[in-house]
């Protein structure tokens, strides 16, 4: 069953928008102030989630609900998982048609950084709900293109879009001829129960990635690609 979450409130103020962009220039927080509001007033995030099984997983492959995925990563954190939930997350189709009639380079850049925003009040609203309806404690996400490219291949975006079902219909959501999602701020992936928090942050070596949520585990990195292989 294809769930579909619509109504998702805006919860970071312009006031914590201006902060979290480190603006002090009094004529600056006047005009991001502007941009915040504004795109507040036209932001609908959104988010669709499927509960999928996990069927097998043999070497770097990992079926899913009937869909097969390579990955070592993904084989590794799904190797004692037996449910997961494919989602898509999105800013929303509103605010990014919006952004498209600002104007200047810093303005753009701005705004860019309020869509993100709106993007991880959307994810933070998925996991909660998820976490609220399914009752679990803890919650881990991996995503397709993120991080290293060996993590788990962006490529396989496209399963993960047919795995999911009616995500362009449902939400707006479309993938380019390069896999990439639009809107841009959108993010899609599998959350599963575990105890521990796992990012694929962890395992991708990047150095002054402004995104990074968790450091660098060689340890980790090791254990997942050993000869190619999972452990």
Not at 57 to 79: R, Y
Not at 85 to 105: I, L, Q
Not at 121 to 140: G, P, T
């Amino acid at each position: 069953m294809l769930h579909i979450l619509e109504d998702i409130p805006i919860i970071i103020t312009a006031g914590e928008a201006v902060k979290q962009l480190m603006i002090e220039e009094e004529e600056d927080v006047a005009l991001v102030t502007g941009l915040f509001e504004a795109a507040k007033a036209t932001a609908r995030p959104k988010a669709l989630y499927r509960e999928v099984f996990i069927e097998g997983v043999a070497g770097d492959t990992v079926n899913i609900g009937g869909t097969e995925f390579e990955s070592a990563v993904l084989a590794m954190n799904m190797k004692n998982v037996h449910r997961a939930f494919a989602y898509v997350c999105t800013c929303g189709t509103e605010v990014d048609k919006w952004s498209e009639s600002v104007g200047d380079y810093m303005t753009m850049l701005w705004v860019d950084m309020i869509k993100q925003m709106f993007l991880t009040e959307a994810s933070v609203y998925l996991r909660d709900h998820i976490k609220n309806v399914f009752q679990f404690e803890k919650l881990s996400a991996i995503n397709p293109g993120s991080g290293n490219l060996e993590n788990w291949p962006i490529s396989q975006q496209t399963r993960l879009f047919s795995l999911i079902g009616g995500v362009k219909e449902s939400i707006g959501v479309a993938l380019t001829d390069s896999f990439l999602m639009v809107p841009l701020k959108s993010t899609s992936g599998l959350l599963y129960p575990s105890e521990t928090d796992f990012s694929n942050c962890a395992l991708c070596s990047r150095k002054n990635c402004t995104g990074r949520r968790a450091e660098f585990d060689g340890d980790l990195y090791k254990k997942a690609f050993k000869d190619g292989m999972t452990l």
